[in-house]
């Protein structure tokens, strides 16, 4: 009890210090976890409405915030991680806050976003109640190597979940991770109109190929139904949860809000009520960077987080089809992932008639490179990305401008347009 005190008043402390210093998140957790290893396990003891890990390639971010606000919209009291912050010592920094000495959360469940590889450490401490498994595609080479290695760790996930999953069953690699659980599993996944939509939302693996691409939803599985790029249906087999309208454009944002609704309706039970989750989607903003529009001199500015082919290959699905002004900026720091072979995967034909204004980042030649071998045009090469954002919009001010960019060249993007345009402060993420 004393360690546990004393680690939640050190961490508060490093909490206020690295704040004014504009240190990262997960600083404060680091702190708090040498004093007392166990901090996190006794931090959600009290938990007693359920744990929630949220994990998958693509999509963490946005199906957490749409969960979390669908929880709260019947009335209970969640905590998560808001920015994104999804390694167990950034999940810990954004819990210090709201714990009193004691060292005990006050909430009815606890919804987090994890890494899959750091979702590991967290279920070591604490056994998740739930997970919902979003997707496997290959992102961060040198980190997560082979495909299958993230796989097994999402397995590994649900294997740990002590009362139900929440499983994408369009994805072959988690649907047969999900399959193999021994808890209740529910099922979320694209109506059969739209099947043909799977191979862009999906890494293909010939090994699967005689597998099922789509499934007969039972008791509790739901079917997304889209009515056009915002409005869509999520579809029981007893009750439709629409038409929900989205502030966020495209399928990936139907289907994360699908996930979330699924996931939703397992945990409150018969509390659920499904005009209450239209609206509560209805509301939620995209999170920095996942499609958030910024409004620059009058004219709108979109920043799309990119980071494997099938997020890039969903995103100019979604966005890349508009003629507006683009740019594009490829980093390759330790968050991005070192390898960037992955650019080679992706088609950019939907950018051919237009072109690219600008490529900027550590990457910005080679992403020109790629886009020549498209035989898409890039006007101008500007590595350094504030230069490359003052470019953009000199060239380019009377007219719509989109930025596809890569995890960490988004945060230093958004950290500019921040301090330019008065947006809310946010803190330091990592990729989701």
Known sequence: MLRTAAAVVAGKTARAIARRRGGGSAFPGLVAERIDPGILRHALAD????????????GKTTTTKMLVALLRAHGRSVFTNPTGSNFTRGVLSEMLPQLPVSGRLRSDLAVVELDEAHAMRFIAEVPPTHSLLLNVARDQL??????????????RLGAASTEGV????????????AGAVDVPVRWFGLDASIADRLPELTEHDARFD????????GPGDARLRPRDERAFDVVFDDVVVG???????GLAAMINATAATTTARLLLGDAFDAATAAEALAAVRPPFGRGEVVMVDGQPLELVLVKNPAGFGVALSTYGTTPVATMVAINDNDADGRDVSWLYDVSFASLRE???????????YDMALRLHYDDVHTDRVVPDLDEALDAL?????????????TYTAMMALRRTLAAR??????????PA
């Not at 938990?47 to 693509?58: D, E, F, H, L, Y």
């Not at 980190?143 to 290695?149: L, Y």
């Not at 929440?166 to 991770?177: K, L």
């Not at 099922?212 to 939803?217: H, L, N």
């Open 47 to 58: 938990v007693r409405g359920g744990i929630v890990v949220v994990s998958g390639t693509n």
């Open 142 to 155: 040198d980190r997560f190597a082979e495909i299958d290695h993230t796989a097994d760790l999402l397995a």
């Open 166 to 177: 929440v499983a994408n069953a369009d994805d072959p690699f988690i649907s047969r991770a």
């Open 210 to 217: 005689d597998e099922p691409t789509t499934y007969e939803p």
């Open 243 to 249: 038409p929900v309208t989205l502030q966020q454009r």
């Open 354 to 364: 237009r072109g690219v204004a600008l490529t900027s980042g550590v990457r910005a």
């Open 393 to 405: 919009l000199a060239a380019h001010p009377d007219e719509p401008k989109r930025i596809f960019c």
């Open 421 to 430: 345009h008065g947006l809310d402060r946010f803190g330091e993420e990592t």
